[in-house]
């Protein structure tokens, strides 16, 4: 601890005994006896020509800023520890996200990033010195926990000074006139790190920081209290304002209660969300509201106990008076016995998130403060797309279908990675022929022959939740081959009728159609003999014995009905379509797109359907985290990939629709080659020895 004494406004004024103390450095500044608001923020990050802006929007007449100002000129960059600095380039609203992700990167080093970064790219402040830069309104603010400390020091030696810009301090407090209130404004900046609060660093007197951060200290908590006692006015308001949260430091709670604050406006815990809260609102009991303070006197003492005798050698008269205030309010603990606190139900506070995502506007007027808060919040459009066929069920579940908790986290761009489908219990586009429907319509087959199918319009015994998931995803895979297999159906049909026009010798019965009579049940073939569907449809020719024997499907107690098609899940909300100028892999498309860093989640080949002993063709969905990463994947377009260029764009349906061959209901092609290829999809047809004359004569005899 420094026993330098401090000048009349700061810290540094020649020691005096506390009964000879000079004046307090106060101001009362008259914003409007009527009306006024006062936009109250956090966190701005060296992004102060957005002060300007704010206060136009919220109509602010004033501004209050709870730290992380931005206090950084250009020599700060040789006082910014190496983690610090790699701090400020993480979260510096002044750096395009494309520019911060190589920023950085796992393999660009410390000395990389301080030889790149210049102060422009972390802080406004320069310009604001200059001039350059000017503030619309009064902003009354303390310093945060990334600050540089000389600056500071310098604004408290009267070496900077910049219009409508205060810096509340511990020795220096204000006073607005404003709606028929006087509100008194009381800050204390710093982070609260116990340890620290005997430790000066590079600052001098009671203020304390180094490298890049600034911290609270004994001293500087037992200097506020002195001149908060010093201008105690009753027919004023007071508001505390911390970077430290109160809600969280029993110490600056503590604080609170011997400055006497009617407010509190604290940051530093950087949510999306801001609170508003008394502490009668969030604690049980008033012994839940001791506890807190017990919690921070006890971490006190610990530090207080181990430097207690090095301090009582060094300090001063005057430092011995700053630290028993500051001892006082360590002791300040309401009595459980006792009358009830004021302040328990009296004292309202509010952490604020960061400026880039809420604020907090105090409208005064009539003498009646009223509090609008705003806040961006969480993105939950990540939920929408977390179907039941791309959540992956919570492992050993029998209780529960709800996703894991844990794995769909409401955080900034960050959207459920999609699971990969189960296979199918059937063989793919294999449906038995020897298992008469007795109705005109399906029903997908179930592995549990008990259970009825569940029915998407919620009739029917539901399935157990655990398998809910699981069934889901079987309902659709088993729609589309269906689909797949009604189509391979015509197609069949159509090319029969062509070669049985051409070959009279073929006298096998016809296929059934929609309109032709309905056989009757004389007609209708044993399980010995190949039956025909009665779904309205043409059925396919029916291969030999020894290929139907390992064909068969389980039966089923299903009652035949159709559940009906449902549309298809939204599209990942970050997806790029992009078409590679030749042949390329997985790493190839993450490479280009920046490897590691770029945010890819997800890289989607696609494959020739109906093709598939052909190579999948060059178009690539690529999946990102968040928006910000896609924007900078979207940045990549026409640039060059071994001797081409890549095509890239936002994926909408309409690519896809085009990769399949056209609009739904289009032309597919025609002939005998389609069916005979959608036939082998389903080993109906392939690697049989029977033509599909041979097959029907066969399913005939």
């Not at 206090?71 to 610090?84: G, V």
């Not at 796992?106 to 990033?113: E, G, H």
């Not at 761009?413 to 022929?433: C, D, F, N, V, Y």
């Not at 890549?646 to 739904?664: H, K, P």
């Amino acid at each position: 601890m420094n026993p330098s004494s401090r000048p009349a406004s700061s810290s540094t004024r020649p020691a005096v005994s506390p009964n000879s103390r000079p004046q307090v450095n106060t101001h009362t500044k008259v914003l409007d006896t009527t009306h006024g608001r006062i936009l109250c923020i956090a966190d701005i990050r060296g992004r102060l020509s957005g002060l300007n802006d704010l206060a136009r929007e919220a109509n602010a007449k004033a501004i209050i800023h709870t730290g992380d100002f931005g206090f950084f000129e250009s020599n700060s960059l040789d006082r910014i520890n190496d983690r610090t600095l790699r701090h400020l380039t993480m979260y510096s609203p002044l750096i395009p996200s494309t520019q911060r992700t190589h920023f950085l990167a796992p393999d660009n080093t410390s000395q990389a990033i301080r030889a790149t970064v210049d102060i422009s790219l972390l802080s406004e402040f320069p310009l604001l010195l200059s001039g350059q830069l000017k503030l619309s309104v009064p902003v009354y603010t303390v310093w945060g926990a990334c600050e540089d400390v000389v600056i500071l020091e310098k604004f408290r030696a009267g070496i900077y000074n910049i219009d409508n810009l205060h810096v509340l301090d511990e020795a220096t407090t204000h006073c607005l006139d404003v709606g028929g209130v006087k509100l008194r404004l009381l800050g204390l900046g710093g982070a609260l790190v116990p340890h620290k609060m005997f430790d000066n660093g590079d600052g001098s007197a009671t203020i304390a920081g180094g490298q890049g951060t600034m911290w609270t200290t004994a001293l500087q908590i037992g200097e506020l209290v002195d001149t908060a006692q010093r201008v105690f006015d009753p027919t004023e308001t007071r508001l505390l304002v911390t970077h430290a949260s109160p809600g969280r430091e029993g110490i600056m709670a503590q604080l609170a209660l011997v400055l006497k604050a009617d407010l509190s406006i604290s940051a530093g815990l950087h949510f999306r969300y801001a609170s508003s809260y008394n502490e009668f609102s969030v604690q049980s009991d008033l012994e839940g509201f001791r506890h807190k303070l017990i919690a921070g006197k006890e971490a006190f003492d610990k530090v207080w106990d181990s430097v207690k005798q090095q301090v009582d050698t060094v300090i001063d008269e005057h430092q011995r008076v700053l630290l028993d205030k500051a001892l006082s309010v360590i002791e300040r603990v309401p009595n459980a016995q006792g009358p009830e606190e004021p302040s328990w139900k009296n004292c309202w506070n509010w952490n604020l998130c960061d400026a880039a995502f809420g604020s907090l506007v105090l409208d005064v007027k009539d003498g009646r403060i009223s509090a609008e808060l705003k806040s961006q919040g969480f993105n939950y459009a990540y939920r929408r797309t977390a179907t039941p066929s791309n959540i992956v069920p919570t492992p050993n579940s029998t209780t529960s279908s709800l996703p894991n908790a844990t794995s769909n986290p409401p955080t900034k761009g960050s959207t459920p990675i999609q699971a990969e489908k189960p296979l199918s219990p059937h063989p793919k586009e294999i449906r038995s022929p020897l298992v008469p429907v007795a109705s005109g319509k399906e029903t997908p087959k179930d592995s549990s022959p008990s259970t009825p199918p569940p029915k998407s319009n919620g009739s029917g015994t539901p399935a157990p939740p655990s398998d809910k998931a699981e069934k889901e995803k079987q309902k659709r895979k088993e729609k589309k081959e269906r689909k797949d297999r009604e189509r391979t159906e015509a197609k069949e049909k159509e090319a029969s009728t062509s070669e049985e026009k051409a070959d009279p010798a073929l006298n096998a019965p016809a296929p059934v159609f929609a309109s032709a009579p309905t056989p009757t049940p004389a007609s209708v073939p044993t399980p010995a003999s190949a039956p025909e569907l009665k779904s309205g449809k043409a059925t396919p020719e029916v291969p030999s014995a020894d290929v139907r024997e390992g064909m068969k499907s389980p039966t089923t107690d299903s009652t035949g009905a159709r559940t009906p098609t449902s549309k298809r899940s939204p599209r990942h909300p970050w997806t790029l379509f992009v078409k590679l100028p030749q042949q390329s892999t997985e790493a190839d498309v993450r490479t280009f797109f920046g490897g590691e860093t770029a945010g890819v989640t997800k890289v989607t080949f696609l494959a020739n359907k109906g093709f598939p002993h052909q190579r999948a063709r060059p178009f690539v969905y690529v999946e990102f985290g968040d928006d910000e990463t896609m924007k900078a994947g979207l940045d990549k377009n026409e640039e060059k990939m071994g001797e081409g260029t890549v095509s890239v764009q936002i994926a909408t349906d309409r690519e896809e629709r085009a990769d399949r061959g056209g609009v739904r209901g289009g032309h597919r092609g025609r002939g005998r080659g389609f069916a005979a290829r959608g036939f082998a999809a389903a080993g109906l047809t392939r690697n049989t020895p029977h033509t599909n004359g041979e097959a029907r004569e066969s399913a005939a005899a």
